[in-house]
């Protein structure tokens, strides 16, 4: 069963830092393009960031560029988003989302809530 | 960046009717346009990939049509588990970008 499996949300204060992970298990996770999603009730889906396969090519909303940094180990079968420079507007619940070689987004985690209050 | 703009932003319907959602996007995405479906404080599940194409172990009764700018989804016989909110995205262009989604609720 293909499963993604997020951790490291929680409450940080503005401008602190948090370092989500995603465990892949279920299929070839070097395989795959992969995605960090974000949910909010205001401004609904956004990809944050996306990583190519061998990590060689990262792309960023423009909202968390120079802030967020997206990453994988594939070894480990591992994504990761490592967050700094937090601001009120990141609170969201944030998907690890795998890339289908259609380029849809065919699964997701079952979502990490980050809060950014003091 | 696409934008994508859906309509209705919700819905009214009965156990049984037909339903269509409409995604237009404001330049030509080709046929690089998906459908999800997401119900309360659960992730997105992908219904149609490629504009048309049902994702595996999605009911027949899900559809997907169009290119270009224009899209839609419809829901043929709409089921008690189809009440929830209906998402499009397209992956044409960097960045990906989604609909507003169209909440689907019971009448």
């Known amino acids: 069963e293909v499963q993604l499996v997020e951790s490291g949300g929680g409450l940080v204060q503005p401008g602190g830092s948090l370092r989500l992970s995603c465990e892949a298990s279920g299929f070839t996770f070097n395989s795959h393009w992969m995605n960090w999603v974000r949910q909010t009730p205001g401004k609904g889906l956004e990809r944050v960031a996306t990583?190519?396969?061998?990590?060689?090519?990262?792309y960023y909303v423009d909202s968390v560029k120079g802030r967020f940094t997206i990453s994988r180990d594939n070894a480990k079968n591992s994504l990761y988003l490592q967050m700094n420079s937090l601001r009120a507007e990141d609170t969201a619940v944030y998907y690890c989302?795998?890339?289908?070689?259609?380029?849809?987004?065919?699964?997701w985690g079952q979502g990490t809530l980050v809060t950014v209050s003091s | 960046d696409v934008q994508m703009t859906q309509s209705p932003s919700s819905l009214s319907a009965s156990v049984g009717d037909r339903v269509t959602i409409i995604c237009r996007a404001s330049q030509s995405i080709s046929n690089y346009l998906n459908w999800y479906q997401q119900k309360s404080g659960k992730a997105p599940v992908l219904l149609i990939y490629?504009?048309?194409s049902l994702q595996s172990g999605v009911p027949s009764r899900f559809s997907g049509r169009g290119s270009g700018t224009e899209f839609s989804l419809t829901i043929t016989s709409l089921q008690p588990e189809d009440f929830a909110t209906y998402y499009c995205h397209q992956s044409h262009s960097r960045p990906p970008t989604f609909g507003q989604g169209t909440k689907v609720e019971i009448k």
């Open positions: 490629t504009a048309s």
């Open positions: 990583i190519k396969q061998d990590g060689s090519e990262q």
């Open positions: 989302v795998r890339v289908a070689d259609s380029w849809a987004f065919d699964c």
